[in-house]
């Protein structure tokens, strides 16, 4: 984005009666998956992405510090960060704002490899341009909709 650099601000969820809230309800994000959650867990972040006081971004991910194997993904000796929800608001669209939020994500946790789960046609198109390897299920009939995806490797790592 022009102008400022965005800010990724982690929230907490706060526990109302019986469900955790941890985004306010906004018409600028479609996606159902900002709704509050029967249940937490200390893996989950939730980052609220902010540029110059507005917020332009949301993100749901967990983190996976530890030495991780996967059977398609092979082997990420720094861990994995899977981005499980990612929805920039609808008047920030076209303009950077998730290309910027996942090189933020990235500068902010430099170690763990970052993995995407999507859901539809338009995400895919977002994580293709991005250049991320999409991951499917080598057989056909186990495909379904939702897709993970991951950053192009290997990648150099300092440290």
């Not at 029967?38 to 993100?59: A, F, M, N, P």
Request: glycine share 6%.
């Amino acid at each position: 984005m022009e102008d400022s650099p965005l800010s990724l601000v982690e929230l907490r969820p706060r526990k109302k009666r019986v469900y955790w809230y941890v985004f306010e309800p906004s018409d600028e994000f479609e996606k159902p998956w900002w709704r509050p959650e029967e249940t937490v867990s200390d893996r989950e972040h939730w980052l609220s992405v902010q540029h110059d006081g507005s917020e332009v971004g949301r993100c749901k991910f967990t983190l996976d510090e530890g030495v991780v194997s996967h059977p398609q993904l092979g082997d990420m000796p720094h861990g994995q960060l899977d981005i499980l929800a990612f929805e920039v608001a609808v008047s920030a669209r076209g303009k950077g704002v998730g290309r910027d939020t996942v090189a933020a994500i990235r500068a902010a946790y430099p170690l763990p490899r970052l993995t995407a789960l999507n859901d539809n046609e338009k995400s895919r198109g977002f994580w293709d341009s991005l250049g991320w390897v999409r991951i499917e299920h080598r057989i056909p009939s186990l495909r379904s909709e939702r897709v993970t995806y991951s950053e192009p490797f290997p990648r150099k790592v300092s440290g």
